[in-house]
């Protein structure tokens, strides 16, 4: 009896767990547009030199053709590292009782990988605003400034409050 109702657990609960992640990894909305960082559209508000737009098209490249690299024999890596991090949570959704310590140690794995991506992608965009001449990197404050403005605005007409 105790098998099936850990099968039954894991039918309900397998579904909900994929479904939330999925639906979080979801299409890009207006959200996106709301990120800080490098972003192509306001890079042409810059007026680059011919020069910039050279380095930061090699750059892109470069970069394009490093993350192939890394990810040519990813789908395997990814897979086994998928069917682990499903075991963990499957041996902690479905034990007798809950292990905040085991949580938390899956929760950090998950957490670390995120810090090294977001790292990644940071000295990525510092690359490429080194090209930047001073003028045009307080420019490009200023339309980020411009921009996380409009977002906030549209972020709480969605919530439901009145701005104006």
């Known amino acids: 009896m105790k098998m099936a109702k850990k099968l039954i657990l894991a039918s309900v609960v397998l579904p909900l767990v994929i479904s939330a992640g999925s639906a979080y990894a979801?299409?890009?909305?207006?959200h996106d547009e709301?990120?800080?960082?490098?972003?192509?559209?306001?890079?042409?508000e810059l007026n680059l030199t011919d020069e910039q737009k050279e380095q930061l098209k090699t750059l892109r490249k470069a970069n394009r053709?490093?993350?192939?690299?890394q990810?040519?024999?990813?789908?395997?890596?990814?897979?086994?590292?998928?069917?682990?991090?499903?075991?963990?949570m499957n041996e902690l959704?479905?034990?007798?009782s809950f292990d905040p310590a085991k949580a938390t140690e899956i929760a950090k794995k998950n957490a670390q990988k995120q810090i090294e991506r977001q790292v990644e992608m940071m000295?990525?965009?510092?690359?490429?605003?080194?090209?930047?001449?001073?003028a045009q990197k307080e420019q490009l404050i200023e339309?980020?400034?411009?921009?996380m403005e409009e977002c906030g605005d549209d972020m709480?007409?969605?919530k439901g409050k009145d701005r104006k």
Do not use: V
């Open 26 to 30: 979801g299409g890009k909305d207006r």
């Open 34 to 44: 709301c990120r800080p960082g490098f972003d192509r559209s306001m890079m042409k």
């Open 65 to 69: 053709d490093d993350m192939k690299g």
């Open 71 to 88: 990810h040519k024999d990813k789908p395997k890596q990814d897979e086994g590292m998928r069917e682990d991090r499903m075991k963990n």
């Open 93 to 96: 959704l479905l034990a007798d």
């Open 123 to 134: 000295s990525k965009q510092h690359e490429m605003f080194s090209i930047l001449t001073p």
């Open 143 to 147: 339309l980020q400034q411009e921009r």
């Open 156 to 158: 709480g007409h969605h």
